[in-house]
């Protein structure tokens, strides 16, 4: 079975999902930072350095911010490292990691949904790709990102239960 670097009394499934939650985002970096390369996985490549910074910085956020994830198993999660200027050691209040945690989830649901309605409608102007190929690739990259939203939220419950459940047990 395999081993899952978290705090002892993180539930297993908790931590699986914390994990899982870079790796959704993964393959869509990948295809942003293809695409700038200058490989033909789009209808139109990149026309300008800046959009290409846009590109590869929404990457590095989008990857960047479900890296935090992991904070919801991991000790720095809990209390804040001391090499963070002024905040260095003090515990991390349940609230100030699990709201942030939900308002990322519930703005994730939102965008997926308005993607689905957007596609769903054809709203759309013109196309992304110009093959099938093309486009079952951007499937392909894209589909693990339904995932992102429901396990911030599995995620960010569990760490709120566990965080708080010594506050409410009886004495």
Same mark, same amino acid.
């Given at each position: 079975?395999?081993?899952?670097?978290?705090?002892?009394?993180?539930?297993?499934?908790?931590?699986?999902?914390?994990?899982?939650?870079?790796?959704?985002?993964?393959?869509?970096?990948?295809?942003?930072?293809?695409?700038?390369?200058?490989?033909?996985?789009?209808?139109?490549?990149?026309?300008?350095?800046?959009?290409?910074?846009?590109?590869?910085?929404?990457?590095?956020?989008?990857?960047?911010?479900?890296?935090?994830?992991?904070?919801?198993?991991?000790? *720095?999660?809990?209390?804040?490292?001391?090499?963070?200027?002024?905040?260095?050691?003090?515990?991390?209040?349940?609230?100030?990691?699990?709201?942030?945690?939900?308002?990322?989830?519930?703005?994730?649901?939102?965008?997926?949904?308005?993607?689905?309605?957007?596609?769903?409608?054809?709203?759309?102007?013109?196309?992304?790709?110009?093959?099938?190929?093309?486009?079952?690739?951007?499937?392909?990259?894209?589909?693990?990102?339904?995932? *992102?939203?429901?396990?911030?939220?599995?995620?960010?419950?569990?760490?709120?239960?566990?965080?708080?459940?010594?506050?409410?047990?009886?004495?």
């Amino acid at each position: 079975m395999m081993k899952v670097n978290a705090l002892p009394d993180v539930p297993r499934w908790a931590a699986l999902a914390a994990y899982a939650v870079p790796l959704v985002t993964l393959p869509s970096g990948l295809w942003r930072i293809v695409l700038v390369a200058g490989l033909p996985v789009a209808a139109e490549p990149v026309a300008s350095s800046g959009e290409a910074l846009y590109i590869l910085s929404l990457t590095v956020v989008s990857e960047a911010l479900a890296l935090l994830t992991l904070g919801l198993v991991q000790p *720095w999660g809990e209390t804040v490292p001391r090499w963070i200027p002024l905040l260095g050691g003090r515990r991390v209040r349940p609230l100030a990691a699990v709201v942030p945690a939900l308002l990322g989830a519930a703005a994730l649901f939102a965008l997926c949904g308005w993607v689905g309605y957007v596609q769903g409608t054809n709203l759309s102007t013109g196309s992304i790709t110009d093959t099938p190929a093309q486009q079952a690739l951007l499937v392909l990259c894209y589909l693990p990102l339904l995932a *992102w939203a429901p396990l911030v939220a599995t995620s960010a419950i569990a760490y709120y239960r566990r965080r708080t459940a010594s506050a409410r047990a009886p004495r």
